[in-house]
């Protein structure tokens, strides 16, 4: 079992920045890929960002350039740092993590752009 905690979401005005956390404790050495999702109002759920045990990558489109997925290995935490934020980046956004046995999610935490 994995326990996975998001926290840092927020009201940021457009042209912004936060900086998401999701902690995860548990069997945290079965986890192999680590996801952050979002989900707009009215909106299925979509892949944001992901990274590997290795360090690898990838981004949406729509967050490249401005989206920066990284994770902390002795910290347990995986952190997404989100600038130049839009309102259409307006979701709450959820943490995920993949292990052999299978996923786990957090509770989400909600980040709203708006002036």
């Known amino acids: 079992q994995v326990q996975l905690v998001e926290s840092g979401g927020g009201l940021v005005q457009p042209g912004g920045s936060l900086r998401l956390s999701c902690a995860a404790s548990g069997s945290i050495f079965g986890i192999a890929v680590m996801r952050w999702y979002r989900q707009p109002p009215g909106k299925e759920r979509e892949l944001v960002a992901a990274i590997t045990t290795g360090g690898r990558t990838n981004y949406a489109d729509s967050v490249k350039g401005r989206f920066a997925i990284s994770r902390d290995n002795a910290k347990n935490t995986m952190y997404l740092q989100m600038n130049s934020l839009k309102p259409d980046d307006t979701a709450a956004y959820y943490c995920?993590?993949?292990?052999?046995?299978?996923?786990?999610w957090g509770q989400g935490t909600q980040v709203t752009v708006s002036s």
């Open positions: 995920h993590a993949s292990t052999m046995t299978g996923g786990y």
